[in-house]
């Protein structure tokens, strides 16, 4: 009888090795919260076209939209845990919709973590017309134009207008928000001079500071971005640890096994070492996290001290989502 039950729990112990040897077995579906064509699906269909390389299946993508992210995250959380299907998200999916929005799942214990892929900071940003030459100018141009000035947010919640929230707690100042659809046309009437300020996505931001349609006046980052050397750190700028990105990463459904995790984990790893990707990654003004920070345990650590750090600020701010 001992025998039996010894031989028993040899073989269910090895049921999930086995199931992690097998996979993937068939197509797997990466689900993008967002609609095509925008700052993370372009890195989705970067990632996917390289993980189905190493993953000897297809990464399907596909877009699952609406409700700030939380129908597509809404869908990967109640999915089986068996790896088919896979969320790729971000600071604003599974950060900040979990103190804005009233959710029917919970953005980390739902989710097992397998891998941060890329981190894009803010930039701070001005109209041409602004006066101020550094960032220690500009604050103090804001603190004496407070009734006037005005920042351009892509939308109730968004990066940019929590890190403009977070600048006014930092530097004691107020000034008003305007909110747009999305940040494209929120850029757009900066450079036209209709807004005095932003606090954009470098990605979105370099071509028009390099154009000279904007002025940059800092990162907010612990390190100059690779794609664009010559903008100071908010360290450097003289608005230290004003730090805040919007990070990307990939998430299974909450019980997936370990070893499903550890097949993703290392076609992401595979993935971001390949000099084709790294180069797409940093001409979209991405940064790749180091080595050391691309494992679930890395991801799980920063994902629970991001929201340590943002949901205080959110929720007294009184910010709530749409």
Same mark, same amino acid.
């Given at each position: 009888?001992?025998?039996?039950?010894?031989?028993v729990a040899v073989l269910l112990g090895s049921i999930p090795v086995a199931s992690g040897q097998n996979y993937?077995?068939?197509?797997?579906?990466?689900?993008?919260?967002?609609?095509?064509?925008?700052?993370?699906?372009?890195?989705?269909?970067?990632?996917?076209?390289?993980?189905?390389t190493a993953l000897g299946q297809t990464v399907v993508v596909e877009n699952v939209t609406g409700a700030g992210?939380?129908?597509?995250?809404?869908?990967?959380?109640?999915?089986?845990? $068996?790896?088919?299907?896979?969320?790729?998200?971000?600071?604003?999916?599974?950060?900040?919709?979990?103190?804005?929005?009233?959710?029917?799942?919970?953005?980390?214990?739902?989710?097992?973590?397998v891998a941060m892929i890329a981190s894009n900071p803010q930039l701070i940003v001005s109209k041409n017309a602004?006066?101020?030459?550094?960032?220690?100018?500009?604050?103090?141009?804001?603190?004496?134009?407070?009734?006037?000035?005005?920042?351009?947010?892509?939308?109730?919640? %968004?990066?940019?207008?929590?890190?403009?929230?977070?600048?006014?707690?930092?530097?004691?100042?107020?000034?008003?928000?305007?909110?747009?659809?999305? %940040?494209?046309? @929120?850029?757009?009437?900066?450079?036209?001079?209709?807004? $005095?300020?932003?606090? $954009?996505?470098?990605?979105?931001?370099?071509?028009?500071?390099?154009?000279?349609?904007?002025? @940059?006046?800092?990162?907010? @980052?612990?390190?100059?971005?690779?794609? %664009?050397?010559?903008?100071?750190?908010?360290?450097?700028?003289?608005?230290?640890?004003?730090?805040?990105?919007?990070?990307?990463?990939?998430?299974?459904?909450?019980?997936?096994?370990?070893?499903?995790?550890? /097949?993703?984990?290392?076609?992401?790893?595979?993935?971001?070492?390949?000099?084709?990707?790294?180069? /797409?990654?940093?001409?979209?003004?991405?940064?790749?996290?180091?080595?050391?920070?691309?494992?679930?345990?890395?991801? @799980?650590?920063?994902?629970?001290?991001?929201?340590?750090?943002?949901?205080?600020?959110?929720?007294?701010?009184?910010?709530?989502? $749409?």
């Amino acid at each position: 009888m001992k025998t039996l039950l010894a031989a028993v729990a040899v073989l269910l112990g090895s049921i999930p090795v086995a199931s992690g040897q097998n996979y993937p077995s068939r197509p797997i579906v990466l689900v993008v919260p967002y609609s095509a064509g925008g700052p993370t699906d372009t890195l989705a269909r970067i990632m996917s076209a390289r993980m189905g390389t190493a993953l000897g299946q297809t990464v399907v993508v596909e877009n699952v939209t609406g409700a700030g992210g939380t129908i597509g995250v809404g869908r990967v959380a109640r999915a089986a845990p $068996d790896g088919y299907t896979v969320c790729i998200g971000h600071w604003g999916t599974h950060v900040v919709n979990g103190a804005i929005y009233e959710l029917q799942y919970d953005v980390l214990k739902d989710f097992e973590p397998v891998a941060m892929i890329a981190s894009n900071p803010q930039l701070i940003v001005s109209k041409n017309a602004v006066p101020a030459k550094d960032l220690k100018e500009l604050i103090a141009w804001v603190k004496a134009n407070q009734s006037k000035v005005s920042a351009g947010i892509a939308g109730i919640g %968004a990066a940019s207008h929590i890190t403009g929230v977070y600048f006014q707690n930092r530097t004691g100042t107020q000034f008003e928000f305007v909110p747009y659809r999305g %940040a494209g046309p @929120a850029l757009k009437d900066l450079i036209g001079g209709h807004l $005095d300020l932003m606090f $954009d996505q470098a990605a979105n931001s370099i071509p028009h500071v390099r154009a000279g349609s904007i002025r @940059a006046y800092a990162v907010t @980052a612990k390190a100059r971005l690779a794609a %664009a050397p010559e903008i100071p750190t908010v360290d450097e700028a003289g608005l230290p640890k004003l730090y805040i990105a919007i990070w990307h990463a990939i998430w299974l459904p909450k019980s997936a096994s370990r070893a499903v995790v550890a /097949r993703l984990n290392a076609a992401i790893v595979e993935s971001l070492a390949d000099p084709a990707v790294r180069q /797409r990654l940093v001409d979209l003004g991405q940064e790749i996290p180091p080595r050391e920070q691309q494992t679930p345990e890395a991801l @799980a650590a920063y994902h629970k001290a991001e929201i340590e750090k943002w949901w205080p600020i959110i929720k007294a701010a009184r910010i709530k989502g $749409d």
